[in-house]
């Protein structure tokens, strides 16, 4: 698709387009030899054979009469690259649907290993850093620990009449 | 006859370490195989027009807990518990050989299939919590003795996570036995509680995000790709094929069946939180370059598709959501069988030194072969397993949820779009002929990815014969969420050739 397609010599061309315009206009043949009802043409026999007018009419003047004027160039070439290019699809499809989702991925992928993950490692990290602190807080002394123990069962007992009291 | 595989492999590792080194691997894999031979004649004695529990063992354990010993097999534990001894199967005949401390591996391989089969068949709350807990002692060995370079950290990491989501569920189904007034915490007992639809929001929130951690659901995911890209490649097996179902079965059996009226209050936001985890895990699979790694936040994509479903809360997505469990597990565990034999042979998993490997001569063509068949069963191609799961998922979520169920579709494009990078990169391309002196793969090596590629095909092919054990459970659980009189129709059972009759329904609803 993103190769520009090559263009067979007339050799191949000729018959083939030959062939092509007979198929298309099958139901318009068959119609005439009387094969086939006439109804049977109907818009789309008049529409092939407008379309098949216009186009012969269009390549015999820009192939066939301007030869002599613009010998190498006979279509802009702004319109033979769009269709050498298939309409730039590749390209317009690599530059939004493709760069869209690379990008929203590239951007799910930093969230999830930066922000996600790294919050989860920050508490971590906290946790770890919290144990240290508190590891380096020892002093070894036993009346110190004994000072921290009773603390706290003074406060639980205090907490623990509050409750008594509160519920009595 | 349950409780055989609770037993069979703990009893079996714990004899492994009797053995001479040369028969552990051979013992292991005779164990699991009992195991497996076990299960495949519980399928045949399933008896699928029963909507109810079967096979049911009862002993009362701890009477003051309300811990009793109650182990029972309906749709959906029978799949799962499949699942378990299949994949354990074939993760221990993944194992290389020559795997350092033989004996304790093997050992703790079996310890972790008991634990999951425990509590797939689990009857009582705290007896499913127990086996929950239980499992992740294995699992963290597993990950920290025989991981690759940062196992220290994934297993911890793993450890925490699963310990605080096992700390949420066990805080949600104690306010459930303490405001329902509940005796003990057998299942049926919990059925049977009636709470008003407000407690049930409160109390659905810790078993969420408690079920949302071991699943994974984002943001709650980032214990997963390191965990799976650290361990071994049959611990990966055990880790995203079983383990992770631990998370939708509980989701389904203890959230969904026992708080239905909370379920539904919940349920947009949970189909929102599904679609946000499929695309969110297919987006973030295609930025990464290393192929492990792709292949675990796939697997976070995979699991928003059951989130989809059980949220939709119809027969029919239930149904879709059951299969998506199993079909997830067999492609996840075929991947990450040939992402380890890859890795093994060519040295390394980078998306940019890989390249060429279907070539036929100095490559590994089977193995990319697999490869492309497994990345596309993934990806939902129709004749293989994950698209019937998926299909069905779809189908019974659009009624309820239409813009969610459309995300997921675009989810399942953008599936297409990271295995096509990986298949593009690694498969095709040229081979670097200077660099390509890889080991040969044998055949004892490439039997699991055959044997899975086989299941991928033929549930594929034939996917009723996934389908059809779901749905009784699908059909069962949705009971107490009809408003309507028993009139649940005989349509609920499209995958089966013949339909329970209403009487049959009737019956099974009266009952419950």
Known sequence: ?168 | MLSLLIWLPIIGGALLFALPEKYVRPGALTVSGLSLLWTAWLFSQYDISNLGFQFSEHLSWIPAFGLDYALGLDGLGLLMVGLNTFLSWIAIYTTQANIERPKLFYALMLAVNSAVSGAFLAQNFLLFFFFFEVELVPLYLLISIWGGEKRGYAATKFLLYTALSGALILAGALGMVWLGEASDFNYETLTKISLPASYQVLLLLPILFGFGIKIPLIPLHTWLPDAYVEASTPVAILLGGVLAKLGTYGLLRFGFSLLPDGWAVLAPGLAVWGAITVVYGALVAIAQKDIKRMVAYSSIGHMGFILLGAAAGNSLSISGSIAQMASHGIILAILFALVGIIENKVGTRELSALNGLMNPIRGLPVISALLVMGGMASAGLPGLINFAAEFVVFQGSFRQFPVQTLVCVVGTGLTAVYFVILLNRTCFGRLDNEQAYFPKVTLNEKIPAYVLAFAIVALGLQPGWLLRWGEPTAVRIIIPTLKTEVSASPQHFPYQSDTPSQALLAKNIGDS
């Open chain 1, 1 to 168: 698709m993103t190769a520009r397609a090559p263009e067979p010599i007339w050799l191949v061309m000729v018959p083939m387009m030959m062939m092509a315009a007979m198929a298309l206009h099958a139901p318009i043949i068959l119609s005439s030899l009387a094969l086939l009802p006439i109804a049977a043409v109907g818009a789309m026999g008049i529409l092939l054979l407008l379309s098949s007018l216009l186009g012969g009419m269009g390549g015999l003047y820009l192939y066939g009469m301007r030869t002599k004027e613009a010998p190498e160039k006979p279509l802009p070439s702004w319109l033979v690259e769009l269709f050498a290019y298939d309409f730039y699809t590749p390209k317009i499809y690599k530059n939004s649907v493709v760069l869209a989702v690379a990008t929203l991925a590239a951007v799910g992928d930093w969230l999830d290993r930066n922000l996600i993950d790294g919050a989860v490692n920050l508490i971590g990290l906290i946790s770890v850093a919290g144990g240290e602190t508190l590891k380096y807080s020892n002093t070894g002394r036993s009346q110190f620990y004994v000072l921290t123990i009773a603390a706290f069962v003074v406060i639980i007992g205090v907490f623990m009449s509050c409750l008594t009291i509160m519920g009595g």
